[in-house]
């Protein structure tokens, strides 16, 4: 805690400091964009794969990619979120 002047005390910031505006603007953007890859990827790989080819293991693997794709966009949103 550090004082304010006023009498008051205020958090310490710790060693973090929070990213501009513009990193947290792109870093939201391309959260986003991974997003909507990874919904085109799964959605591709659930029509291709499961009307088109039999191959259960190539098509596991495309939607294990694209939930993966999801969740680093999903985490890449909110922590931008936190620091805009």
Known sequence: MVADGRG???PRRCGR???SVIVAG???RVGKILEVAAMLTVGVAL???GF???DMNAELSWLLFGSLLFLA???L???SA???
Do not use: C, I, L, N
Request: no cysteine.
């Open 8 to 10: 008051g005390r205020k």
């Open 17 to 19: 400091k929070a990213p």
């Open 26 to 28: 792109v870093a939201h």
């Open 47 to 49: 029509f291709v794969y």
């Open 52 to 54: 088109g080819e039999d």
């Open 73 to 75: 966009g999903y985490v």
């Open 77 to 79: 949103e909110h922590r």
């Open 82 to 84: 936190s620091g805009r």
